[in-house]
């Protein structure tokens, strides 16, 4: 027998699936429990990375990146370096090697946002980070989100995101499946964005009108009289982003920032009471206020897959040569350039 929902387009299909063991069920109490709390969202902007399809896998996308940069050029940059270590270490076949080496010249030289190399096919996708908030508070993190232990700053928790499958009909929990429908129709509609970008914004909710969640991730922010301001880039823990908090108030402000002696002290003594605390989400030094916050990441999907960069999408930098030329054989020219 078939199941309804495979009747029906991939792309628009959300496949809810009932989960009755322990751990789905406090996970599902926990995500229930933060809507009522943090029951808006706050968009920050769009993401870019890359993402490969291979044949056979169609139509799934999997994600290569951490899904962190801020600009369309940026992910690009990361697919032509994709593809030219790929051609360096991963194959001993000049043919195979031209092409990835062929796919490297064109993204030197021209603003690509999808390029296919032999059976795989590779795409510059966006997403929208947005954190969810409530009572003027950005959600931290959830007792049930996975965490870590320590504070050595040479451990560091693999990427949930890098490897991420995009399968818009895969299944998911309930509460992630309700997440997914009051997402569905979320537009710009700010008058602090352009027209173009409002317009691109309605548009992508007819052109790519799936949704799909990113895996969470953690920032730390700093809480701003009437705003809040990115202090770091995305971690895949909490536990990662606090000890990128303590390292750099005890090892790498001073060195950065213009600051005396004595403000060095206080915020080192800061990280220092900061890490003594048990999974602390809140560090107050010299009337400046940081805290770890939940960020998450809404894909749109269309019947080709993941979306795109948009026309309106602040994109000022120029693709350019990254890599020494090779040739087929493996052989590098690290003079040329």
């Not at 991939?10 to 809507?35: T, Y």
């Not at 909710?205 to 809040?228: C, I, N, Y």
């Not at 269309?302 to 040569?321: A, F, V, Y």
């Amino acid at each position: 027998m078939v199941d309804h929902y495979q009747e029906h387009p991939e792309h628009l299909v959300i496949n809810v699936e009932h989960r009755d063991d322990p751990v789905s069920l406090v996970m599902e109490a926990d995500a229930f429990a933060a809507s009522r709390t943090y029951g808006k969202i706050v968009v920050r902007g769009p993401l870019f990375g890359i993402a490969e399809q291979r044949r056979g896998e169609r139509p799934r996308w999997r994600l290569l990146t951490d899904m962190d940069t801020g600009y369309p050029q940026d992910a690009r940059d990361e697919l032509n370096s994709h593809l030219w270590f790929k051609a360096k270490d991963e194959t001993d076949d000049p043919r195979e090697r031209r092409l990835l080496l062929d796919a490297v010249a064109r993204l030197e030289t021209e603003p690509l946002d999808e390029i296919s190399v032999g059976d795989t096919r590779y795409r510059v996708v966006r997403a929208d980070e947005f954190a969810r908030v409530g009572d003027g508070r950005l959600e931290p993190p959830r007792p049930t989100d996975v965490d870590c232990e320590g504070w050595d700053m040479q451990t560091r928790t693999p990427s949930t995101t890098k490897g991420f499958v995009v399968d818009h009909a895969a299944a998911v929990g309930l509460t992630e499946g309700l997440d997914r429908m009051g997402l569905l129709p979320y537009q710009y509609t700010s008058d602090r964005f352009p027209p173009d970008v409002l317009a691109d914004s309605q548009r992508a909710t007819q052109t790519h009108p799936g949704l799909v969640l990113l895996p969470v991730a953690f920032r730390v922010m700093e809480r701003k009289p009437d705003s809040w301001s990115m202090a770091s880039g995305q971690h895949p823990t909490p536990q990662d982003a606090r000890r990128s908090l303590a390292h750099y108030f005890k090892e790498v402000r001073s060195l950065i920032e213009e600051c005396d002696e004595q403000e060095n002290a206080a915020y080192a003594r800061a990280a220092e009471a900061f890490m003594k605390q048990n999974r602390p989400n809140e560090l107050t030094v010299r009337g400046r206020c940081f805290q770890i916050v939940r960020v998450e990441r809404m894909m749109r999907i269309g019947p080709s897959g993941p979306e795109g960069p948009r026309r309106s999408d602040t994109d000022i930098q120029e693709p350019t040569q990254i890599h020494p030329l090779m040739d087929e054989w493996g052989n590098i020219d690290y003079a040329a350039g």
